[in-house]
C-alpha cells in the first residue's frame, strides 16, 4: 500500500480530532470514541466544514456525523480520522467506502485499527477508491485514549486501572477503623473523574465491610456517568443494607460469587435488583481466578475497570500482572499503628511501571503509570 507523507498543518487538525473523541470516551459501548474532522481550503485557508464523534452508546460512526454535516462541502475535502475508519457491512456501508462515495480526496489516520474485520482493510478501500492517505499521524496521542479498545483487541480482556490511595507512611487504611482519609477534595474530584472515564468499578467484599463505600461519581453534572460497580464476593457475605445494595437499582452492582453461594440470599439480592457474575477460584484457596473473571466480564462488553483495593484485591492484580495503568495518590496524612501496608509502593510502581504524569493536587501528590511495553 502507498500511503502519503504527512503535511504542514495535519498534526494541528489531528490535535484538534482527539480532542474532540475524548467528549464521548467511555460512553459509547463496545465501539471505541473516534471523531473525524473535515477540512476544505479552497484558496482562503483551511477551514472545518464536518465535525463527528462516535455517538453515544457506539452508533453511528463519526465519520457518518462528519458527513452528514459537511454535505456537498465534503467533496475534495481532507478527513482527519483518529482511528481507521471501518471496513464491515452492518446496517450502514463501512465508513472507508462512505467517505469514497463522498468524494472525500485525502484521509489522514492515528491510530490502526486491530479488529480483524478492519485492521488495514479501511486504508485498502481508501487507497483502491484513488484517495490520497495518510497514516500514524499522532497515534500515541490517539492510542492513549483508544487504549481501552486497543487493549481488549490487543489482549482479549478489559483493560485494567489500579487505583490506591497512599498515606505519607505508606499505608492505605487501618484494621477495623472503617474509610481513612487520605487525601483532600481535589485529588477525590479528580478520582470522580476517572470514574465517569470507566465502564466499571471493581473492589474486594472486605472493602465493602469496612468502608460501606459508594463507589459512584459524584462530580455535578457528571452522576449519570457512574459506572456498574463489581464486589468480589465468593462467599456471598454482602450484608444486604450496605449502601451498594440499596443503590443498586440506581446504579447497577455486580456479585462476583461462586455459583452454590448461599442460594436464599442471591434470591433476595436479585429482586434488590443486584446482577451476578459466577467466578471460578484458584484451586487449594477461596479466591477468586481474576483472568477468568476479567474474561467473563470482557465478554460482557467491559472495556476497562477502575480497581480501588483494597489491599489484598489490588495485590492479586499486582501479582496476576494484570495491572496496565497505575494511579497512586499520596496524601499527607500518617496512618500509623494498625495500618495496612500499599499493595504497592511508590519507588516499586516507578521501577516496575513506565510513569507518565505527576500533578500536585491540593496536598497530595497525583502519580500515574503504564504498563512498561
Ligand atoms: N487507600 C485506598 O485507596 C483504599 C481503597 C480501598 C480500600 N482501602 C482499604 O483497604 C481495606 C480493605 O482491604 P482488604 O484487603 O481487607 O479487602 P479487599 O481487598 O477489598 O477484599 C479482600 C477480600 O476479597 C476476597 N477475595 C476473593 N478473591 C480474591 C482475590 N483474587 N484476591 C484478593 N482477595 C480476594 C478475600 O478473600 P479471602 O479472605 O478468602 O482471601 C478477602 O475476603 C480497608 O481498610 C479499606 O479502607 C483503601
Not at 482562503?44 to 455517538?55: H, S, Y
Not at 489522514?108 to 487507497?127: E, N
Not at 487525601?183 to 467484599?205: M, P, W
Amino acid at each position: 500500500m502507498a500511503f502519503d507523507p504527512p503535511r504542514p498543518g495535519d498534526e494541528r487538525f489531528m490535535a484538534a480530532a482527539i480532542r474532540l473523541a475524548f467528549r464521548h470516551s467511555g460512553q459509547t459501548g463496545t465501539n471505541p470514541s473516534v471523531a473525524t474532522l473535515l477540512v476544505r481550503d479552497d484558496g482562503a485557508g483551511p477551514r472545518i466544514v464536518g465535525r463527528g464523534i462516535t455517538a453515544l452508546g457506539g452508533r453511528p460512526h463519526a465519520e457518518a456525523a462528519a458527513l452528514g454535516e459537511a454535505g456537498d462541502l465534503a467533496r475534495g475535502a481532507t478527513a482527519y480520522v483518529t482511528l481507521e475508519p471501518c471496513a464491515h457491512h452492518g446496517r450502514t456501508p463501512p465508513c472507508a467506502t462512505a467517505l469514497v462515495s463522498a468524494g472525500i480526496a485525502r484521509v489522514v489516520s492515528a491510530a490502526a485499527d486491530p479488529d480483524p474485520r478492519v485492521d488495514g482493510k479501511g486504508h485498502r478501500i481508501l487507497l483502491s477508491g484513488g484517495l490520497s492517505v495518510t497514516r500514524g499521524v499522532l497515534r500515541a496521542d490517539a492510542s492513549s485514549d483508544l487504549s481501552p479498545y486497543l487493549t481488549r483487541h490487543a489482549l482479549g480482556r478489559p483493560q485494567i486501572t489500579l487505583k490506591t490511595a497512599i498515606s505519607a507512611d505508606g499505608r492505605i487504611g487501618r484494621e477495623g477503623s472503617g474509610q481513612v482519609f487520605i487525601t483532600g477534595k481535589i485529588a477525590n474530584g479528580q478520582t470522580h473523574l476517572v470514574r465517569s472515564r470507566h465502564d466499571a468499578i471493581l473492589v474486594g467484599i472486605g472493602t465493602v465491610k469496612e468502608d460501606d463505600p459508594g463507589l459512584d461519581c459524584r462530580l455535578p453534572g457528571l452522576s449519570d456517568r457512574s459506572p456498574r460497580r463489581i464486589v468480589i464476593d465468593p462467599d456471598l457475605t454482602i450484608d444486604p443494607d450496605m449502601q451498594l445494595v440499596r443503590t443498586a437499582r440506581r446504579t447497577p452492582l455486580i456479585l462476583v460469587a461462586k455459583g452454590s453461594a448461599e442460594p436464599d440470599k442471591r434470591r433476595a439480592l436479585i429482586e434488590a435488583g443486584v446482577e451476578f457474575v459466577a467466578c471460578d477460584t484458584v484451586p487449594g484457596s477461596n479466591r477468586v481466578a481474576l483472568p477468568e473473571l476479567l474474561e467473563d466480564l470482557g465478554a460482557m462488553g467491559l472495556q476497562n475497570i477502575l480497581v480501588e483495593g483494597g489491599a489484598a484485591v489490588a495485590a492479586s492484580f499486582i501479582e496476576a500482572d494484570l495491572v496496565d495503568r497505575l494511579i497512586l495518590v499520596r496524601g499527607e496524612i500518617e496512618i500509623g499503628e494498625g495500618g495496612i501496608a500499599a499493595p504497592i509502593a511508590l519507588d516499586e510502581a516507578k521501577r516496575r511501571f513506565r510513569q507518565t504524569d505527576r500533578l500536585s493536587l491540593g496536598t497530595d501528590l497525583w502519580f500515574e503509570f503504564e504498563r512498561r511495553a
